[in-house]
């Protein structure tokens, strides 16, 4: 027998013993879904990456602006600024019988406290820049607005008077809105917190070296307040449009969906072994 005529038959012997499901078999497939799940739970587990993780922060300043424009024009309470509701609380006190703003804005005040310590707690018990922490926190931030867009929807006008349909969406978004403050602890971002802007008016205008040209810093200052801005216009629109509060809290629901997806294809840190 010819070299060539050996060779065919060493390449048809080996042909008719591999196994037509390949290497490994019927077990193939479950051996592939196993490595899925693996590089799932790996890519869930890792923190995600910090930089440029302050787009994310200023992008929540849109739905700052959005539900507090619309809440205050509505219920007449801030659900994320409690400077102007430790104002009204304040008013309130003085004279308690001159209106019930002021018993909105303690409701907004002790959900947003309950909220802070919750959602702190939360993130520095299964680490604060995990990725399945951030979509897990976000995720409930925004069922917590749907919640509200959905008393607003279906429940009775609450502009006036105090009602269970007001109270409890209102503590219901302040509580979520302490959720972004808190990551931006998480992600070393302090001056990104989505709540206030005196601080960040103060750094702002107080740098030395506010016109340099590269200025990281000065630009986050820059873009925090018009991005709250556009949310309010946003939510002043909505106020004055027939869709009204609903219309606003339903937007606001679907902009935090975007933030959880943001989440999940974030780059993840990168370990540097010594």
């Not at 995600?48 to 200023?58: F, Y």
């Not at 509200?148 to 109270?167: N, P, R």
């Not at 509060?245 to 933030?259: E, F, I, M, Y």
Request: proline content about 3%.
């Amino acid at each position: 027998m010819s070299s060539v005529t050996r060779r065919d038959a060493t390449r048809t012997g080996a042909d008719e013993e591999t196994p037509l499901l390949g290497r490994n078999g019927p077990t193939g497939g479950k051996s592939d879904s196993k490595g899925t799940m693996q590089r799932l739970k790996r890519h869930m587990n890792a923190d995600v990456n910090k930089n440029w993780a302050d787009l994310v922060l200023l992008y929540c300043y849109i739905v700052t602006g959005l539900l507090d424009s619309s809440a205050v024009f509505i219920w007449g309470s801030f659900v994320s600024m409690q400077t102007g509701n430790t104002v009204y609380l304040g008013l309130g006190i003085v004279a308690p019988s001159e209106g019930i703003r002021w018993i909105k804005a303690l409701t907004s005040i002790v959900a947003f406290c309950a909220g802070s310590f919750c959602f702190a707690r939360f993130h520095r018990y299964f680490s604060p820049a995990k990725r399945w922490v951030l979509i897990v926190s976000y995720t409930f931030q925004m069922l917590l607005i749907a919640v509200a867009a959905l008393i607003a929807t279906v429940g009775k006008d609450t502009k006036e008077g105090l009602h269970w349909q007001m109270i409890v969406p209102l503590a219901s978004v302040a509580f979520q809105s302490s959720g972004q403050a808190v990551t931006s602890r998480a992600l070393k971002y302090n001056g990104l917190t989505s709540v206030v802007l005196t601080s960040n008016y103060c750094d702002l205008f107080s740098d030395p070296q506010l016109f340099k040209i590269s200025n990281v810093e000065r630009n986050r200052r820059i873009a925090a307040p018009a991005m709250l801005l556009l949310g309010a216009c946003i939510g002043g629109l909505y106020a004055h449009s027939s869709v009204g509060l609903a219309g606003a809290l339903w937007t606001a629901c679907g902009l935090k969906l975007l933030a959880v997806f943001a989440w999940v294809f974030w780059k993840s840190e990168v370990i540097v072994e010594e």
